[in-house]
């Protein structure tokens, strides 16, 4: 039985993408060769870059509008090093938001760069809402927020109107809901969410953001060569560069973002209103900021986890424990996860109230 | 038809692993999910990663040897700013030999942390050699080599007798031939060559080499925060990994490093003895210094080029088109490739001579 897969990350893709890419790795397009064994260098794999970049920016509304778009390795844990390393200027300043684990995972590898001002921070309150009253200096370098929050189960509604260059990870919300992308100066994604499997990284850069740190930055690190070197700067990681190109290329076909936002809303209420409805359940993220992508909530009474965990197990459902940060349960819906498997979850928690 | 895929990489994997990893994409061992959707946390792909780190330093005779083994992202471009990062003392000096575009590759990296000694080069001869007469400083922090060029078709036989740290990039014959793997304190490998495919790097580090520079190392730069992790520091290459893991398991298979080794003496022994036999065809690097992995060669007439390709493209072979650094062929032989596949390029070189 396939299962209904509300993993956190790495995390459910399109069926036809798993079966176009598990073909893809015994023929890759007729090639007579395994999409693992091609020469990144290969006419069809340049193409294939070529092709997931470009999409990459169409998907987001930033074709001809002056951006860059990349495909790197390293995860956006990778990126919380390359942002300052190329736009913090010597002796300058950043500003971050600190909305959780990985905002605070950027902070840390900003702070050995330069004066890292956390502007705000919702870590008092175990990170259950997102700070909106707080100030960017305006001195500084660049503007950093996490759009997303998986483990806490937040998400930002709106983005600060700044005069310094804003740079978000949108590492679990990308092609998830329609924003006005052109607001951004940088954005990066590990494409474990919504885009592909683990393994790469999309950046997208604006046009005039880079080279004005005066600092020297490692080859690999540094931005502006990967954009000249066309993603190609080493060998790419090339099966998560074509599988998440499929998925773009799935996304496409279904009209794009805004078709793709239509389900995730109908899917977060859905699920979002059982938890309010079900006596036995409680959402731990405040109400204005609960994330579209990963619902998190905990039983009211402990003592019925054992009996709720035996439903949604048998209802074929998987990945859907707490992270411990937090406890409980969590439900990422990101955008290849179903409307029909977020019903079964809620019919999982109607049978535990019927029955407990 | 299946290519004879002669590919310097990513290159050709063995078969089985194509067929194990295309039904692994649809459903990861009888779990109901596909590999690429699988958690990095769950117990499946905890399991796999335990068994990849621990399969790597086995057949590498280095279980039990205070090594640590562990799978990261980037490719062996990263490591050549890792290992300064990781390696080299503030005002320290490491020393480095320049055998061709990938060792210039991490001298260029070092260059930005301290006193890189290049103690010889082979530059001026298009690196057709590897320079054996050098001296090591006896106060570098480390010494790093490149054991196999692709681009140039050299590999090192012998290796330093030193009291520096020894640092290896095996990218591109690591798993191909019998070496004492003890003598070395760090050894670097990108998978895509005999390991598996582009988007993980192993690296083997040994015990009581880190935390002596006295550096600020960015986390995600951190051997250690890799070590102390298990290559989960961050969400790692799910597929790259587990694809690794089903190369490594075929090769225990074999019967480990000595099997495959014998394989590979035949092969580079195929292919070198017809480019010294027939009048066409001339090898490029120094005879001593060939590599079993990549062989260079140029026709004697160039005129005879498009017969030549005709020949070999009509015999199902793929990926023989020489790097532009030296032009003419390059024949890359790495593990999965059957001596039935230079048997069909020996047997095109003879017809070549028949017909030219």
Redesign the interface.
Known sequence: ???H?F???????PQEV??Q???A??DFNG????I?????RSKEFVAVMKEARALALDLLGLSGKGYHAVFL??????E??RVPYNLMTVNGKAAYLDTGTWAS?AI??AK?FGDTVVVASSKPENYNHIPKSFEIPTDADYFHCTSNNTIYGTQMRQFPETNVPLVCDMSSDIFSRTLDFSKFDLIYA?A?KNM?????TLVVIKEGLLNKTGR?I????NYQQHIDKESM????????VY?SLLTLKWLQNLGGIPAIEKVNEAKAALLYNEIDRNPLFKGTAATEDRSKMNATFLLENEAHAALFDNLWKNA?I??LNGHRSVGGYRASMYNALPLESVQVLVDAMKELERIA
């Open positions: 039985m396939k299962k897969n993993s956190a990350g790495p995390c459910i893709l798993f079966q890419a598990s073909e790795v015994l090639t007579g060769l395994s693992l064994e091609i020469s990144h390795q390293g995860g956006a844990s990778m919380f090093l995972g840390k590898e050995a590990g474990q592909g499997p683990a393994g790469t020297s490692p080859n690999i690190l700067y080493n060998t790419p990681p090339v099966f998560a599988t074929g998987s990945g």
